[in-house]
């Protein structure tokens, strides 16, 4: 795979990988810069295969750094609903592979940014219950499976948990290792990763280790107020991105 890519395209590949390793032990909303230069580099559904990987080195580095602020009582109660949507996103895949399921994902994020915003705290206390953790598992699930777009609905889940910067991103490190193992098998058996592809993804492992080192100093800097509008900005150009493009 390597020898058929452009300059250009090799560039884009680097971009990337640096990207997803900065947004996985930091804020996270330069991800989905990372989807778009992948899709520029690998056009098609080979986009996806080549990021999967990245991401999953990616999300064991975040662990690594964050291992003592993942909030287990939260993840636990998601585990069943992600699996639903995991099977509907594959099946979905399966069944209807050139449908544009984006735009319904970016427009589902696009409503839950308005809801979080809207809502006074009194509200947000019901909306932590047990509908909207069973409604934000099953799409987390999907859309991951579907366009690695789980991180913005992942977000604003959490954004009205109360966490802190660390225990936000801790929590958001084990849930995605977690979801993106399981995904390999099934992104292996739909054709998406390869061992060609596998092979890409360990020349540009050095290039996401220093993204996420890069990513975990910088978080360091940003206070709590402004990690929480940085979240919510990349939550929306993510849910731009998707409906628009």
Request: hydrophobic share 60%; net charge positive.
């Amino acid at each position: 795979m390597i020898s058929d890519l452009s300059t250009l395209q090799l560039l884009y590949v680097g971009l990337a990988a640096l990207l997803v390793g900065f947004s996985k032990t930091s804020v996270g909303g330069v991800g989905i810069l990372a989807v778009l230069l992948m899709a520029l580099a690998i056009p098609g559904k080979a986009s996806p295969g080549v990021l999967l990987p990245m991401l999953i080195a990616a999300d064991v580095m975040a662990v690594l750094y964050y291992r003592r602020d993942c909030q287990w009582h939260i993840l636990l109660k998601l585990v069943p609903h992600v699996a639903v949507g995991l099977a509907l996103g594959y099946f979905a895949l399966r069944l209807a592979p050139d449908f544009n399921f984006e735009k319904i994902i970016g427009g589902t994020i696009l409503a839950m940014l308005i809801l979080d915003l809207a809502l006074s705290e009194t509200v947000k206390r019901y909306v932590r219950g047990p509908v909207m953790t069973g409604i934000t598992g099953a799409l987390a699930g999907a859309a991951s499976m579907v366009a690695n777009a789980a991180g913005p609905v992942f977000g604003v889940y959490l954004l009205q948990m109360g966490l802190t910067k660390t225990e936000f991103v801790g929590t958001r490190s084990w849930f995605f290792l977690v979801i993106n193992i399981v995904k390999l098998p099934l992104a292996a058996h739909l054709g998406l990763v390869t061992p060609q592809s596998l092979t890409l993804n360990l020349v540009y492992l050095p290039v996401i280790l220093i993204g996420a080192v890069l990513g975990y100093k910088v978080l360091g800097y940003i206070n709590l107020r402004l990690f929480k509008i940085l979240i919510r900005l990349a939550v929306l150009i993510t849910a731009a991105r998707l409906i628009l493009f």
